[in-house]
Structure formats: structure tokens, C-alpha cells
């Protein structure tokens, strides 16, 4: 679709002020922009002009507050002037100004008188009063359009004196580009930094060199969902295209199938947990966690992990529902049993590698939970099709074996020394297996002729793997077999449609 745009609030954490910003968003770049005003007509100016010489006093300077200039894209303006304090209301605009600070004790300068003053020195509610503008010494910044909670500034133009001079200059307030953020490869936080707390109708995107938007606060939960939505498609729409480009460079068997940014937890952080962003990818047959992602062919060799497919096996965590207006309405939410829910943030899975270990990731929305569920099926079911078996060392009863795990065959096993095989079962006719959560397990297969379960005990190294390996083979074949029951098993994807 076309540009998106709407009203928000830009938060800063540090004074906790926030005012108004207006969100433009495109296919690829967020852009916000803040509200200043413009002189927008005037064009006599020789009209109602006079040179005023100012002498600097030992105390008070030359005895006028200036606000405006040219970084702030209006004319600059006397705001008052200070005569043994009395301030004198009427307000004087400058259309020529020496630099006053610099110039000598005697100082000429050309004036042009007034009738009303223009609309961005009538500052909204809030911002500060009169004694903040000359006791810093500094002219104040022009505009400080705003700075409120309470949504009570108008983009409209102001009102025009009651009658208008020809000339006279007009402003306006206009929006203007101050900030312009690329989505390739960006990030969306919903997180306050170092919590597990969601932020209540606010966000933040972080471009992919770190610039970020600051907090962007919404008025209603429905906007804040809506703004997620569109920023979160056009994200994923341009990583899409970052795929299809680095996947013409690559082989068929080495596609890129998903990328994207998580939050990982880092191990062993207590009770406030910690997360990391990290950039996962699947890729080929391998697993890719990174810090930043890659960008060019040799980035791929500079991962901090890489993982063999069919050795991992994906979970999806228990949701929670806050009371979020965003998590219940417009996400679509699974609830699964099996796993107890470990932090306080919904969209977990963890990924569990060799060796007993495993990573733990959270990520923002919904949505993206179920693309990964759905990206880690369909690369580990490719993965299983392309490799077509995987064999392990293995022993039993001090005997060193070979144990293959082959997608048409289903299981062998056989001496490694003479090759002779010692059984063969096929993937149905296994019929559970426990093992000792370290190096042993029995698998239990059911006989075809004689209906009895017949069990083989194997000792393994790297015993996770294996068996990863053996689960990413029969959901593999089961799959092959019956891509419905696959669909159907989906935990992200379940209550897509009930709720």
C-alpha cells in the first residue's frame, strides 16, 4: 500500500516530557516530524521600518529577549523588552539582525513593528513561563510546541490579526522531517530497557545501524497495534526481499528459508532477567545466531553459533495474556501445556541444541512467533529430505556400532568394523524410548510378526543430537505423509482463528 501517517507522542524518558510528532511510514522508511512554524507569506517589507540604536548597560545587556532564527526556519523576533523590568508587550519582528551578542556598546539595528504577535511566541500549556526566557542569558528556542501530555496543540494555522495589513508576514505551523529511520533490517522494542515490562501503548524501532525513533507513544491501544502491524509487515516484507536477493547468490540445497531479530535470554542473570538482541537465520541445513546480521557472503562464516537443523529441536513456551488490549484482541494467542512458562514475557521458544543445552528466545509480536514455528518446520523437514539419513557412532556392551537414521528406511543398526547389520525397524514401529538424560537410551520397537516390543539400549556421546535427529526424521516423514496433521499440530498458529 501507499504512505501511512497519524499523531503520536514522543516520549523522553530522561525529563519525562512528551509532545506531539506526526509518523509517516512507507514500504521502507519511518519517518517522524516535529511541528515548527514557517513564514508563509509578507512581501513589502520596506513598510513600517525603523533603525533603533540600542546602548549596552553594565546589567541587563541591551535589555530585549530574541527568540526564532534561522536553524528554527523563522524570522527572529524581539519577544520583549526589559526597561527597569517593565516588559513591554507589544512584540517587534527583526527582519535584519547584527550579532547582537558580539557587536559593540553601541548597536543599530532595523525594526519592523508588529500588530499581533506571531503565533509560535503564544506557547502552548506548559511550556515555560516568562522568567525562564532571559535568566539563562541565551535566547530561548523558538517553538516549544507542545511539550504536554495533553494533546491540546493544534496543527492548524493560526488565526490571522483582525485586520490583516497586506503585508504583514504570515506563519504557520507545518510538519517537518526531523527524523527518518530505514526499515531494512530494523528493530521493533516494545520492552522498557532492561525489564521484562511491555510498554503500555508505546515503542520504540531501532534502525539496523542502532539510530533509534526514542519511545513512540500512542494515544489508544488500537493505534499502538495498528502502527505495530503495518511497521512489523513492511520489516518483514523488506527482509523478505534481502532474502531473495542473497538467495540468487546461493545453491538450492543453501536458501535462506527465515531471518529475523530476537531478544535472547542470557544464562545465569537471576531474577531480572537479561535479554540480548540477537539476529537468527535458517539457512541451508545449519542454524545461524548472530549479533548483527549479514550483510555480505562472509558475514555467514562469522557467526557466534551454528547448528546442524536436524540436530535441534524448536518449543514453543506457554503465552500469557496481560491485560493488553493489543495481546488479546490482536494477536492470535496458542496456549500449550507442556512447557511451564519461565519469565514474564509472552512469544518465547527455545531452540535445544547438543548436549543437553539450549537457547531461549522471545520475540515482539504474535506473528512472529508463528513465523519462526512455521520457517523451523518447513527448513528442518527440508533439511531431513535433502541429507536422506545421518549416521552416529554409537556402543553397546562394549561394542562400537553404527546407528543410521535414513528417511526411506528408518532405522539400522550395524557393526561399524564388518558392516553387518544387527536389526532394522521402520519409523512406525517405534514405540516410545527414556533415557538416562546423559549418554544412554533405550529405544522400544514393536516387532510386526510377533506384536512384542523389543527393546536396544545405545550409549552415544552426544546423545541430544540423536535424538533431535530421530524426532526431526519422523515429523519429517509424518509430514510427507500427512501435511494436514502437521498444519494441525502448529501452537502459535492454533488460535489463530478461534480467537
Not at 115 to 134: M, N, T, V, W
Not at 250 to 257: A, K, R
Not at 330 to 342: A, T
Not at 353 to 373: D, M, P, R, T
Amino acid at each position: 500500500g501507499g504512505t501511512k501517517t497519524g499523531i503520536a507522542l514522543l516520549y523522553d524518558e530522561g525529563s519525562e516530557n512528551a509532545y506531539d510528532i506526526q509518523l509517516k511510514l512507507t514500504k521502507e522508511v519511518l519517518t517522524i516530524q516535529k511541528q515548527d512554524v514557517i513564514c508563509v507569506s509578507g512581501s513589502d517589507h520596506s513598510t513600517n521600518h525603523r533603525a533603533v540604536t540600542l546602548h549596552r548597560q553594565p546589567v541587563g545587556g541591551l535589555g530585549l529577549s530574541i527568540k526564532g532564527g534561522a536553524e528554527h526556519k523563522v524570522p527572529v523576533v524581539i519577544s520583549k523588552i526589559f526597561k527597569d523590568q517593565a516588559v513591554l508587550l507589544q512584540t517587534i519582528f527583526l527582519s535584519v539582525v547584527h550579532l547582537l551578542r558580539n557587536a559593540g556598546d553601541e548597536v543599530t539595528i532595523t525594526v519592523q513593528y508588529l500588530r499581533e504577535a506571531p503565533s509560535f511566541l503564544k506557547l502552548p500549556l506548559g511550556s515555560p513561563g516568562p522568567s525562564s526566557d532571559h535568566s539563562s542569558g541565551a535566547s530561548s528556542p523558538l517553538f516549544d510546541s507542545g511539550l504536554h501530555l495533553n494533546g491540546n496543540s493544534t496543527n492548524t494555522a493560526p488565526s490571522s490579526p483582525s485586520s490583516p495589513i497586506a503585508n504583514e508576514p504570515k506563519y504557520e505551523k507545518r510538519w517537518l522531517d526531523t527524523l527518518s529511520v530505514p526499515l531494512s533490517m530494523a528493530r521493533i522494542s516494545r520492552y522498557k530497557a532492561r525489564t521484562d515490562k511491555l510498554r503500555s501503548n508505546a515503542f520504540e524501532v531501532l534502525a539496523l545501524d542502532g539510530v533509534s525513533t526514542g519511545i513512540l507513544q500512542f494515544y489508544t491501544a488500537q493505534e499502538c497495534a495498528d502502527w505495530l502491524r503495518a511497521l512489523s509487515t513492511n520489516i518483514s516484507d523488506l527482509t523478505l526481499q534481502n532474502m531473495k536477493m542473497a538467495n540468487k547468490c546461493c545453491s538450492l540445497s543453501d536458501q535462506i528459508i527465515h531471518m529475523g531479530w530476537v531478544n535472547e535470554r542470557l544464562e545465569g542473570t537471576g531474577s531480572s532477567q537479561l535479554y540480548k538482541y540477537k539476529f537468527l537465520a535458517l539457512k541451508g541445513s545449519s542454524f545461524y545466531i548472530f549479533s548483527t546480521p549479514p550483510v555480505s557472503t562472509l558475514d555467514w562464516v562469522r557467526a557466534e553459533k551454528i547448528y546442524h537443523l536436524c540436530e535441534v529441536l524448536f518449543k514453543v513456551h506457554k503465552l500469557w495474556l496481560a491485560d493488553d488490549c493489543w495481546l488479546q484482541a490482536n494477536l492470535y494467542l496458542g496456549i500449550h501445556q507442556d512447557y511451564e512458562l519461565q519469565d514474564q514475557r509472552p512469544y518465547c521458544f527455545s531452540v535445544m541444541v547438543g548436549h543437553g543445552k539450549s537457547h531461549y528466545f522471545n520475540v515482539e509480536l504474535g506473528s512472529e512467533l508463528a513465523a519462526w514455528e512455521k520457517s523451523f518446520q518447513r527448513a528442518i523437514f527440508l533439511d531431513v529430505q535433502r541429507t536422506g539419513s545421518k549416521t552416529y557412532m554409537c556402543s553397546w556392551q562394549g561394542v562400537t556400532l553404527c546407528f543410521t537414521v535414513d528417511f526411506a528406511l528408518g532405522f539400522t543398526c550395524f557393526d561399524s568394523k564388518t558392516k553387518n547389520v544387527l536389526w532394522r525397524f521402520k519409523f512406525s514401529q517405534l514405540k516410545g524410548s527414556s533415557d538416562d538424560g546423559k549418554t544412554r537410551v533405550k529405544l522400544l520397537f514393536q516387532n510386526l510378526d510377533t506384536k512384542q516390543i523389543e527393546m536396544k539400549e545405545l550409549e552415544f556421546q552426544d546423545l541430544t543430537a540423536v535424538l533431535h535427529c530421530i524426532h526431526s526424521f519422523i515429523a519429517a516423514k509424518v509430514a510427507s505423509l500427512d501435511p494436514v496433521f502437521i498444519d494441525s499440530q502448529s501452537i502459535a498458529r492454533k488460535y489463530m482463528y478461534s480467537n
